[in-house]
Nanobody, 127 residues
Framework: QVQLGESGGGLVQAGGSLRLSCAASTRTFSNYDMAWFRQAPGKDREFVAGINWTGGSTNYADSVKGRFTISRRNAENTVYLQMNSLKPDDTAVYYC????????????????????WGPGTQVTVSS
């Protein structure tokens, strides 16, 4: 079992930056694909960014490319999401998620493939 906990959310003005962190409890963190999703009120949960278990592949939603960067430090059991040039449309609850990497075959964007989720952290961007 894996427990995830997000931190770093808050209220920022448009154009500002935040760095989200997600800490995992597992001792086999390096074997998990990690991803960030977000969900705004009344909307479906959507993929934001992902990094595979080897760290050799990253994926981003078109809406955040060039602005957000996902990274991981396996020694710290932590994945990060650096968010720059934030827009009001980025306002949402942000969740980190994990799936077993070595046996994963589905695209990283699929919500249903992630077995472990954090409770989320609120990001609010004012105009």
């Amino acid at each position: 079992q894996v427990q995830l906990g997000e931190s770093g959310g808050g209220l920022v003005q448009a154009g500002g930056s935040l760095r989200l962190s997600c800490a995992a409890s597992t001792r086999t963190f390096s074997n998990y694909d990690m991803a960030w999703f977000r969900q705004a009120p009344g909307k479906d949960r959507e993929f934001v960014a992902g990094i595979n278990w080897t760290g050799g592949s990253t994926n981003y939603a078109d809406s955040v490319k060039g602005r957000f960067t996902i990274s991981r430090r396996n020694a710290e059991n932590t994945v990060y999401l650096q968010m720059n040039s934030l827009k009001p449309d980025d306002t949402a609850v942000y969740y980190c998620a994990a799936r077993w990497g070595p046996f994963s075959s589905a695209p990283m964007r699929m919500v249903r493939d992630y077995a472990y989720w954090g409770p989320g952290t609120q990001v609010t961007v004012s105009s």
